[in-house]
């Protein structure tokens, strides 16, 4: 009987293995159709198993127990565990990997630093969307696993030291369900000349987020007009107030100086976003107030998908946080976007 070592694990050929447990999923590919364990760790096989073994192409099989190291799919749950934050469930793992699954709605968080660094312990590999977008109920966030058959305990000790230093690595902030009021400027449509096409645009997006819409102001083109509905809405209780037009420097765009005499805080007024240049964002009494260009209305995505979903889970947007927006700020073109999980979200 003749036996080779591979990872400190003895494999045994097919025909000798009958009676014995399985170390290891072992694969099965219909190309188009089909792939996923055809023998799961822990299978005992028999000798109806040898000739389908054989048939996937498993000459030898590992039946050996394991010395001072760690199955994969045991090193793949601790390495989980170890890095997972809230809202968040893990997977039972399925040939080495485990995956991770959103449990609501809310704003995805990866510590990039502690993912590089996580990534950088031999033999472990973790992978995740790009931090910062908005991610759905049940939506796939992430999955972990070790090269090897089996890894060598220390090491994941390691990626579990990396992850507590780090902790968490991968997280989900759910969004506020905040009141958001709207004013919406304009004298063509305050006097009825054309229909408001901005407004139910942006509620929508809101309701999109988990807000409510308690309330829209259609004013002119006035900036006493504009400073009373501002002043007004957080005075009826809203949590966030969207002002949408006017944003441009043409002289008669006065949202950004009617934000001001509101008492907003100015953020920023022009932001490295394309598109969304135009956007403001204030604070007054330290409820955000967001001044949104015409791009909003017309582009799938834009400086609203980037800026508002922050906001809704708790997070103060700063100056700095803008202008960092500008690496990954430009959008060419969603349909055929080569990184369909961009910044800038679906």
């Known amino acids: 009987m003749k036996y080779y070592e591979k990872d400190q694990m003895t494999a045994l050929p097919v025909q000798k293995a009958v009676g014995k447990v399985l170390l290891h999923d072992i694969t099965r590919i219909v190309p188009d159709l089909f792939k996923g364990p ?11 198993d040898v000739e389908k073994l054989l048939d996937l192409g498993k000459q030898h099989i590992y039946v050996a127990s394991l010395k001072g190291e760690i199955h994969e799919n045991d090193a793949a749950i601790r390495i989980a565990k170890a890095a997972l934050g ?39 590999i973790f992978a995740t969307l790009h931090t910062d977008q908005v991610v759905d109920k049940e939506q796939e966030l992430a999955g972990t696993r070790v090269i090897p058959l089996s890894i060598d305990k220390n090491r994941i000790i390691e990626a579990e030291s990396v992850c507590e230093q780090y902790f968490p690595i991968i997280d989900i902030r759910p969004f506020a369900a905040i009141d958001v009021g709207l004013v919406v400027t ?20 809101f309701k999109a987020l988990g807000c409510s819409n308690m309330k829209k102001e259609i004013v002119s083109d006035e900036l006493d007009m504009t400073v009373s509905a501002i002043k007004g809405l957080l005075d009826e209780g809203a949590g966030m107030i969207a002002v949408t037009g006017g944003m441009s420097v043409d002289p008669d765009d006065l949202t950004p100086a009617a934000i001001r005499a509101a008492g907003g805080e100015v953020v920023s007024y022009g932001v490295p976003v394309l ?10 009494d330290g409820i955000p107030v967001i001044g949104l260009p015409g791009c909003v209305m017309y582009h799938r995505a834009s400086i609203f998908d980037l800026v508002v979903p922050k906001l809704l889970a ?25 990184f369909p999980n961009c910044s800038f979200g679906k």
Do not use: W
């Open 38 to 48: 055809s023998f799961k760790k822990g299978h005992v096989i028999t000798e109806a």
């Open 86 to 124: 809230n809202n968040i469930s893990i997977s039972e793992p399925r040939e080495g990997k485990v995956g991770f699954t959103a449990l609501k709605q809310g704003l995805l968080k990866i510590n990039v630093k502690g993912l590089s660094r996580l990534n950088s312990v031999p033999d472990v």
């Open 186 to 205: 304009g004298s063509e449509v305050y006097n009825g000349r054309i229909r408001d096409g901005f407004g139910p645009v942006v509620q929508k997006k």
């Open 275 to 284: 598109p969304g240049a135009m956007f403001m964002l204030a604070y007054i």
């Open 314 to 338: 708790g997070e103060t947007v700063t100056k700095s946080d803008i202008v960092q927006m500008g690496h990954g700020g430009f959008c060419s073109n969603c349909e055929t976007c080569r």
